[in-house]
């Protein structure tokens, strides 16, 4: 039986792993390598960067960064962050990245994503969608969440759940869904947004935004639907290891790969 | 030892390079897209991602068909993800040939069928860790335990001919993912990509003597 996966997400700024790790015995806790090794053996089933460099030098870098991970760790890798054109795309899949995520671009762009999967294969390309849930008086009682853009600074009026459907048609291969109400607060997956977006896609869907113990790591696979669950802080503070959430995972029914 | 991994352009070979690299630091891994030089390798490996008529097409426009098939008749030859596809007679994707060194057709896994034992919805592609149920014992699952779990990432598989299954999995219904014939080995997940147990194939692979 395919197993759910558990992806640690790591922050890139100028090729330097930001955000505080804090694991124990780390040499350079900003080396991007040693931390993705230390994730590798902690059996993470993928791991994921987003580059959130500001400044175009410092954009480079992470085609770097992808280059020595991938020289030494033997999982898939996604990368996201800056993503604009379709050479951005191959840049970082020819330096070993697996997945590419696309967020803003796709929605300023919506053909990106189509020529992207049509070249490289829907395998590889990630939609990330940022997801706010809006009060639609129209729709009382009917949730509805809106696609966020520019790092969640710009509304895009785009419904999320649409977007997702849309995007699937375009070619996704996967959706990376993080909800903004949720996200740096610990207090768990939006469930509701997690279960709608699953049920209306046939691409996996990863869940993300506000994992703040293994409860929510489970929840977000059994009530929320996700076929992956994505987090940050817990696993970057060594409050929990990748393996002790799979296990906790195991145990709540779970298949995952131990 | 001179290892060719194919390069038709189609994706990324370096994780594929790397880690045959990183297995056997002595063996000199070339990828490459020169005829002459696949002819010269000692052991070939055949990778693939993305759509398979993109992939015959690019494969041909480098006039690469001969040497992969002078390779697949002769030395260790390894197959990864389109790279196995390939080798079939024919796909549904794009109702593409393929270049029939082994029998069967390659399929779309079949939506309505994509069920779990529970009922559960099955997504497509078939993306993440799967188990791998060994069919037959090979040098190549040496030092594998049976039911290891591979990562996979792929929407159609390979429905093979009688006797050419050397592993299988589970998703919706049960497939080939690994298929054996004399000196060809080829696996629809990649062993690059799957830690501990790919590392162990693919080490496997370069020990081959078939």
Not at chain 2, 5 to 14: A, C, E, F, H
Not at chain 2, 176 to 201: M, W, Y
Request: net charge neutral.
């Amino acid at each position: 039986m395919l197993a759910k996966r558990v992806i640690p997400c790591l922050d890139v700024d100028a090729g330097r792993v930001v955000k505080g790790v804090k694991f124990v015995e780390l040499r350079d806790a900003g080396d991007p390598v040693e931390i993705a090794r230390r994730y590798d053996e902690q059996g993470a089933d993928e791991i994921a960067f987003l580059d959130i460099t500001a400044s175009s030098q410092g954009r480079d870098l992470i085609v770097q960064v992808v280059e020595s991970v991938a020289a030494q760790v033997f999982i898939p890798l996604t990368v996201g962050g800056g993503v604009r054109r379709v050479q951005d795309v191959r840049r970082l899949l020819n330096a070993g990245a697996d997945k590419v995520s696309i967020n803003t671009a796709a929605v300023q762009n919506p053909a990106l994503v189509e020529e992207a999967a049509g070249r490289y294969g829907a395998q590889c390309i990630v939609v990330a969608i940022d997801a706010k849930r809006t009060a639609d008086p129209a729709r009382a009682g009917d949730p509805r969440w809106e696609v966020f853009t520019h790092g969640g600074r710009r509304p895009s009026g785009l419904d999320a759940v649409e977007w997702a459907r849309k995007m699937q048609a375009s070619g996704a291969g996967e959706i990376l869904l993080t909800s903004m109400d949720r996200d740096g607060t610990r207090s768990g997956f939006d469930i509701e947004l997690t279960r709608h977006v699953c049920d209306a896609v046939d691409i996996p869907v990863i869940a993300s935004g506000g994992v703040g113990s293994l409860a929510h790591l489970a929840d977000g696979v059994l009530r929320g639907g996700a076929d992956a669950v994505l987090a940050a802080s817990i696993f970057h503070f060594g409050e929990f290891t990748v393996l002790e959430a799979k296990r906790y995972m195991a145990c709540m029914g779970i298949e995952v790969r131990l | 030892m001179k290892i060719a991994v194919i390069d038709y352009g189609m994706g990324n070979l370096r994780s594929v390079s790397k880690a045959i690299e990183h297995v056997a630091p002595q063996a000199r891994v070339l990828v490459t897209a020169d005829p002459a030089a696949v002819a010269a390798a000692d052991r070939v490996v055949f990778p693939g991602q993305g759509a398979m008529p993109d992939c015959m097409r690019e494969m041909d426009a480098r006039g690469l068909q001969p040497a992969v098939r002078k390779a697949a008749a002769s030395v260790p030859f390894l197959g990864i993800c389109i790279g196995l596809q390939m080798l079939f007679e024919s796909s549904e994707e794009g109702e593409t040939p393929g270049l029939g060194i082994l029998r069967g057709r390659v399929k779309r896994f079949r939506r309505d069928a994509m069920r779990d034992a529970q009922g559960a919805r099955l997504k497509v592609p078939h993306m993440g860790w799967n188990q791998v149920h060994q069919a037959s014992s090979h040098p190549m699952w040496s030092g594998i335990e049976d039911g290891s779990r591979f990562y996979f990432v792929h929407s159609y598989y390979a429905d093979a001919a009688p006797g050419l299954a050397s592993a299988c999995c589970d998703y919706g219904a049960r497939f080939t993912c690994a298929v054996a014939r004399d000196n060809i080995f080829a696996v629809q997940f990649h062993p690059e990509k799957s830690q501990v147990a790919g590392l162990r194939l693919l080490a496997n692979f370069l020990a081959w003597k078939p």
